[in-house]
């Protein structure tokens, strides 16, 4: 695990009578579980820190070390005075910066022992190496080794880029998971006279308001084939669930909505006089993908080049990969306009301003906002 204060620097793992933590060498910060604090700290302390996390009511500076979530800066009376605590309500670490620990009254028990300072030239080795392959993986080294479940090899080998490390939530993504099911249903339904429910269904630019405007929507749920098909499904699945459990469920089918039809409106736009008829769900999807990566930016995704035949992985972080792909549309788009191609970069790109718009305002209502003005910006984006 990193040190959530200080930036690629590996916390080195301890142990006393009561169980693990971690300390950073450079800031003296240490990372413990909330359990083993309760066994440490006086009950009415602990409460306070637990009970104040789980009300959302306050600045969240710092990314927990074992997870990707914001850590809550709780604010707790102790014997020095007002201290801030880091806490996750998620996984429930807490991170304690130099000189906390002793500022927290404790229970009648020793304090957590600090790590020996002395370590053997191998062991110093192995953490060097470790701490030198963190920084690689975080500036997109090339990186040998593969996905940990082997179906993931399928989307890989396809071109498709791989949740390395997936932000953690709560709930279940059942509008997530029922997109997917009526999508399925609709394109299997379609592909039992393709051509005829495509020229039907599809959205055509030069007659765009056909059925009442209707075609904006059921574009959506028509796919050219099944390649195409498993390729949109993959990304909503990867991506909503995540996205959902920030927004909720009437948020996120919003989202999903709103990024459809500024996806359909934009690739109108583009070439209102095309007789081409429009079809897949990758327009509201780019929406769901946008607000994912700026919720998400650290989150890694790993892609599969094949050199020679050899496997290697490039790994990044979600927000960079963002980037390359606006990029990528962009340079689509300026095709699409040429008569080049099959793909509406421009679908893609109308959905992706509506995940950014999507992301300004979740960001602006979180409950902390009024704090986070006062402390300043407290995201790395």
Request: net charge negative; proline share 6%.
């Given at each position: 695990?990193?040190?959530?204060?200080?930036?690629h620097?590996?916390?080195?793992r301890?142990?006393n009578?009561?169980?693990?933590?971690?300390?950073c060498?450079?800031?003296?910060?240490?990372a413990?579980?909330?359990?083993?604090?309760?066994r440490?700290?006086?009950?009415?302390?602990?409460?306070?820190?637990?009970?104040?996390?789980?009300?959302?009511?306050?600045?969240?500076?710092?990314?927990?070390?074992?997870?990707?979530?914001?850590?809550?800066?709780?604010?707790i009376?102790?014997?020095?005075?007002?201290?801030?605590?880091?806490?996750c309500s998620?996984?429930?670490?807490?991170?304690?910066?130099?000189?906390?620990?002793?500022?927290?009254?404790?229970?009648d028990v020793?304090?957590v022992?600090?790590?020996?300072r002395?370590r053997?030239?191998?062991?110093?080795?192995?953490q060097?190496?470790?701490?030198?392959?963190?920084?690689?993986?975080?500036?997109?080294?090339?990186?040998?080794s593969?996905?940990?479940?082997?179906?993931?090899?399928?989307?890989a080998?396809?071109?498709m880029?791989?949740?390395?490390?997936?932000?953690?939530?709560?709930?279940?993504p059942?509008?997530?998971w029922m997109?997917?099911?009526?999508?399925?249903?609709?394109?299997?339904?379609?592909?039992?006279?393709?051509?005829?429910?495509?020229?039907?269904?599809?959205?055509?630019?030069?007659?765009?308001?056909?059925?009442?405007?209707?075609t904006?929507?059921?574009?959506?749920?028509?796919?050219?084939?099944v390649?195409?098909?498993?390729?949109?499904?993959?990304?909503?699945?990867?991506?909503?669930?995540?996205?959902?459990?920030?927004?909720g469920?009437?948020?996120?089918?919003?989202?999903?909505?709103?990024?459809?039809f500024?996806?359909d409106?934009?690739?109108?736009?583009y070439?209102?006089?095309?007789?081409?008829?429009?079809?897949?769900a990758?327009?509201g999807i780019?929406?769901?993908?946008?607000?994912y990566?700026?919720?998400?930016?650290?989150?890694?995704?790993?892609?599969?080049?094949?050199?020679?035949?050899?496997?290697?992985?490039f790994?990044?972080?979600?927000?960079?990969?963002?980037?390359?792909?606006?990029l990528?549309?962009?340079?689509?788009?300026?095709?699409?306009?040429?008569?080049?191609?099959t793909?509406?970069?421009?679908?893609?790109?109308?959905?992706?301003?509506?995940?950014?718009?999507?992301?300004?305002?979740?960001?602006?209502?979180?409950?902390?906002?009024?704090?986070e003005?006062?402390?300043g910006?407290r995201?790395?984006?």
């Open positions: 695990m990193d040190c959530p204060k200080c930036q620097v590996a916390l080195l301890c142990q009578e009561f169980g693990n933590f971690w300390h060498e450079r800031c003296e910060g240490t413990v579980t909330l359990p083993l604090l309760r440490l700290v006086g009950r009415s302390t602990i409460n306070a820190l637990w009970q104040g996390a789980r009300q959302w009511d306050y600045p969240e500076r710092c990314q927990c070390p074992g997870c990707d979530n914001r850590m809550e800066e709780v604010p009376q102790t014997p020095a005075g007002e201290r801030k605590i880091d806490v998620h996984c429930q670490f807490v991170w304690l910066d130099a000189g906390e620990w002793e500022d927290l009254p404790h229970a020793e304090p022992a600090q790590p020996k002395q053997s030239p191998a062991m110093t080795e192995r060097a190496m470790e701490r030198l392959k963190r920084v690689k993986e975080d500036q997109g080294e090339l990186l040998p593969g996905p940990d479940q082997l179906w993931q090899w399928i989307p080998l396809l071109g880029p791989i949740e390395h490390s997936q932000p953690s939530g709560n709930g279940k059942w509008m997530t997109t997917a099911v009526f999508i399925t249903a609709m394109s299997l339904l379609a592909f039992t006279d393709l051509e005829r429910m495509i020229q039907a269904y599809g959205l055509i630019p030069s007659e765009w308001d056909r059925m009442g405007g209707l904006f929507l059921s574009s959506f749920f028509l796919h050219g084939g390649l195409h098909l498993v390729g949109n499904l993959y990304f909503l699945l990867i991506f909503g669930d995540n996205a959902e459990n920030e927004l469920s009437g948020k996120f089918l919003l989202l999903l909505f709103a990024a459809i500024a996806g409106l934009l690739h109108v736009a070439d209102p006089y095309s007789t081409i008829p429009c079809v897949g990758s327009g780019s929406g769901v993908i946008a607000f990566a700026l919720r998400f930016p650290t989150a890694r995704l790993s892609i599969l080049h094949l050199f020679f035949f050899y496997p290697v992985w790994r990044l972080r979600a927000i960079w990969a963002f980037g390359v792909w606006i990528l549309q962009i340079y689509l788009s300026y095709a699409q306009i040429q008569g080049l191609g793909v509406s970069a421009a679908a893609h790109i109308g959905g992706a301003i509506v995940g950014v718009f999507a992301w300004f305002i979740w960001r602006l209502n979180r409950p902390d906002q009024k704090r003005q006062m402390y910006d995201r790395d984006v």
